[in-house]
């Protein structure tokens, strides 16, 4: 009897140090799952979620916290990729947040620009260029259409412009049930 | 080609060499579709020609001229930005009018920018390049350098620039030209073979020397036997022996460089490899003609051989034409529509893409415009559900799972493609040909990859972002905190001056000059 118990402690005492040894060893800096859940996000860092950005959204995610569709630029794709990674049903997006809208980006009406700064402070991704007095501009490659900039915009001169499509950005259209015509 | 082949009579080498098959393909009728007895005929130089920036792959090239500049046949208009990338020079002489978008060869139909010069009929040469004496004395470097000076691509479709693909390393074990024309309708090589073939013989040695090695074999397909004996001839001619011209089968898509590898040394070139990988290096003829006259001429690439065909146009031929002419002069100089033309297609009928006008230009990828009738194109009968027969699978010459693919594709399951190799895929349409269920199999594939390619370029995009995001915020917490501390200093300094009384004025006097400061250079500012 005493020593099954003695055992017994022995094995608690054992397994308790290799965990509390492993649990210092094998640290894992931050949270491995909100990494995955950002890396699945956008990166609009709209704050249509009503989180400052993507990071914190993927963090209120992981912490469970949240829903999972209220991403609107993602839109029914990032939905359905972060319902596989954890492992629940897709579902709508939250109507609250937001709709699905093509992509745009943000461009500012050069000659209305008072330089006042304040879309410079609101971009979250600093894609405008610019300084206090002087005109501003967008760096097109970097906007991610936020729309973060125009609310702030004392004269209004902010609009959201929808990306053309060039050949290089073209897609071949998904085969429907009827097809167009096609070669013998 | 294991065994050398026997000389012939004439000193010939005779291509007796063993040859292999690659899997799958198909055995199509074509000769009846090929104008290739009619002479190439060089069509005059259009009132206007519209020169697209992007006519190869990589990047689009940047325009150096504007708008009122009067430039000269050969002169370059536009220069690349990129490694991957060409020049693009003026097809011949007149006034640039215009920088701007304009409907280009595409699938999508899309407008895409375009240089577009109203010619002066004078066609006056630019004076900047210079003819070789002895293309020996040059080193592979110098050559290549010349090759990319003259904006040579790929012509046998693909448009990758020629420079970039013969630095492609060293150790080579042979260079394969490609005169493999697989598809019906075309015929631009082999037009060019039968005309021209001490051109092509002329690209092969620039090559050779380009690539530091002295093996060259030319493929030609085996129902083009008037190609083949002028090429044959002409080699004679030179004697040069490190050439040799093969025969071989004709079955579709044997133009494809991997096929057309397979079938001439019976090794595979790797999934995700390119043909140096195992020692070969393949040109098609087309583009070793465009080097020869660029290195030994000294003749940028400004114009091409296009095969047009087709039932909707009179006269079927093939023509010589400057880059940048409308699809309508080439129409016209061969007779013009017929009563049926009904569609315009780019490239051959099995891998070719409609085009929405014939006002797009001729672009260096442009070998063979096919006008069709309505009877040519009919729409495809209704699709049924795919019966796993596999004989998409038979017939696929890069030896994928058809069927797998459409079958993920159709579920939408985009990530699981990358598994059965879609990007292995040569859109050659074989599958769709034996499909019992008519299902449109390679315009899934195509709808997948342009897909994928979007998936990258915003996953690309939303990195940036995400790293843009986090300095953004490391900067300002930064900020607040160096904020913070001066502000702690501050306390601490006014808590210690609280004793002394001249202390705590002169911090007092201090702060209000700061602010009288700040006001005068506002003041000065409203000024200006």
């Not at chain 2, 013009?336 to 780019?346: K, S």
């Amino acid at each position: 009897m005493i020593s099954a118990i003695l055992v017994i402690a022995g094995l608690a005492a054992l397994f308790g140090l290799a965990l509390g040894f492993a649990a210092v060893r094998f640290r894992t800096e931050g949270d491995p799952v909100a990494d995955r859940i950002d890396a699945l996000l956008p990166q609009t860092q709209c704050g249509q979620c009503s989180f400052a950005g993507c990071r914190p959204y993927a963090e209120a995610i992981a912490a469970g916290e949240v829903d999972i569709n209220r991403c609107p630029p993602g839109g029914e794709a990032t939905i359905r990729a972060l319902a596989d990674l954890l492992e629940r049903d897709p579902k709508p997006l939250d109507p609250e947040s937001g709709e699905l809208k093509a992509r745009t980006v943000a461009v500012i009406d050069e000659p209305l620009c008072i330089g006042c700064t304040l879309c410079i402070q609101a971009c979250p991704v600093d894609a405008i260029l610019g300084a206090g007095k002087q005109m501003h501009t967008v760096i097109a490659s970097e906007c991610t259409g936020c729309e973060l900039c125009v609310a702030p915009c004392p004269v209004d001169c902010i609009a959201m412009v929808e990306e053309p499509v060039t050949p290089r950005t073209w897609k071949w259209p998904r085969p429907g049930d009827s097809m167009p015509t096609e070669q013998r | 080609m294991a065994a050398a082949g026997r000389l012939d009579a004439d000193g010939t080498t005779v291509s007796e060499t063993r040859l292999w098959h690659f899997h799958g393909g198909l055995k199509l009728d074509s000769r009846t579709a090929r104008p290739a007895s009619e002479p190439l005929l060089e069509i005059p130089v259009p009132p206007r020609l519209v020169l697209p920036l992007s006519q190869h792959v990589g990047q689009q090239a940047e325009a150096v001229v504007s708008p009122g500049e009067r430039v000269l046949r050969g002169q370059p208009i536009a220069r690349p930005s990129g490694y991957v990338a060409a020049k693009v020079h003026a097809s011949s002489s007149g006034t640039v009018v215009a920088v701007e978008d304009h409907p280009v060869p595409h699938p999508s139909g899309l407008a895409a920018p375009c240089i577009i010069i109203e010619t002066d009929g004078l066609d006056e040469p630019w004076e900047g390049y210079e003819a070789l004496e002895d293309f020996n004395a040059l080193d592979g470097m110098e050559l290549r350098a010349r090759v990319r000076a003259a904006g040579v691509v790929g012509l046998g479709g693909a448009a990758f620039p020629t420079a970039v693909k013969l630095g492609a390393g060293a150790g080579l074990k042979m260079l394969i030209l490609n005169g493999a024309e697989c598809e019906p309708y075309i015929c631009c090589d082999e037009v060019l073979l039968k005309e021209r073939p001490e051109e092509v013989l002329a690209g092969a040695q620039v090559l050779l020397r380009a690539l530091e090695i002295d093996r060259c074999c030319i493929a030609i397909e085996e129902d083009k036997p008037l190609a083949k004996q002028a090429l044959q001839a002409a080699v004679a001619a030179v004697g040069d022996t490190r050439i040799e011209v093969v025969s071989v089968p004709a079955i579709y898509p044997e133009g494809g460089e991997r096929q057309l590898i397979k079938v001439l040394t019976g090794e595979e070139v790797p999934a995700r490899g390119l043909p140096p990988d195992i020692g070969y290096l393949c040109h098609n003829v087309g583009t070793a003609a465009a080097v020869a006259r660029a290195v030994l001429r000294g003749e940028p690439l400004i114009s091409r051989i296009v095969t047009v065909t087709g039932a909707g146009v009179a006269r079927p031929r093939n023509l010589q034409v400057r880059l940048g002419t409308p699809i309508a002069s080439l129409v016209a100089a061969c007779g013009g529509y017929t009563d049926e033309a009904q569609h315009l297609l780019m490239g051959g009928a099995m891998m070719g893409f409609p085009l929405p006008d014939d006002s797009v230009p001729v672009v260096k990828a442009t070998n063979c415009i096919v006008v069709a009738t309505a009877e040519d194109i009919q729409p495809r009968a209704p699709a049924m559900p795919c019966i796993r027969c596999g004989e998409c699978a038979e017939v696929c010459p890069a030896q994928l799972l058809p069927q797998q693919l459409y079958w993920h594709a159709h579920a939408g399951e985009l990530d699981r493609l990358d598994e059965y190799h879609l990007f292995d895929c040569i859109e050659c349409g074989c599958c769709d040909v034996v499909c019992p269920s008519q299902l449109p199999l390679t315009q899934y594939f195509r709808y997948a990859k342009t897909e994928l390619w979007a998936r990258d370029r915003d996953r690309a995009r939303s990195d940036l972002a995400r790293d843009r995001f986090e300095s953004r915020r490391a900067r300002i917490e930064a900020e607040q905190e160096t904020r913070r501390r001066r502000l702690e200093e501050k306390t601490r300094a006014a808590n210690a001056a609280r004793g002394d009384e001249d202390a705590r004025k002169a911090m007092i006097d201090e702060a209000l000059e700061r602010v009288q400061a700040r006001r005068d250079d506002d003041r000065a500012d409203e000024g200006k």
